[in-house]
């Protein structure tokens, strides 16, 4: 079983940046053999798909985010970081990460963005 737990959010101001962290722990020798991502759900929305970060197909980004964030991986932290350039109000919301391994889906319990025009 794998346990995620987000930190890094905040309140900021438009065009500001922020760190997200994402630690993950249980039963696995490497963050680099499973996949991670990061969604996000503002209020009164459904939850969307930020970034991705998968040893198969890359990093990939949802267009809303393409070219502002950045998802890397530190193996030896057990850390998915999201770092998150020249934000914008829209970028508020509850980031959570994800991650599969042998077909069970995990999901942290989110931190708050709030970003302010």
């Known amino acids: 079983q794998v346990q995620l737990v987000e930190s890094g959010g905040g309140l900021v101001q438009a065009g500001g940046s922020l760190r997200l962290s994402c630690v993950v722990s249980?039963?696995?020798?490497?963050?680099?053999?499973?996949?991670v991502g990061w969604h996000r759900q503002a209020p009164g929305k459904q939850r969307e798909f930020v970034a991705l970060?998968?040893?198969?197909?890359?990093?990939t980004y949802s267009g809303a985010v393409t070219g502002r964030f950045t998802i890397t991986r530190d193996n030896a932290k057990k850390t998915v970081y999201l770092d998150m350039n020249r934000l914008k109000p829209e970028d508020t919301g509850v980031y959570c990460c994800v991650t599969t391994r042998l077909g069970v889906t995990s999901w942290g319990q989110g931190t708050q963005v709030t970003v302010a025009s």
């Open positions: 970060a998968s040893s198969v197909d890359g990093n």
């Open positions: 249980g039963s696995i020798s490497s963050i680099n053999d499973i996949p």
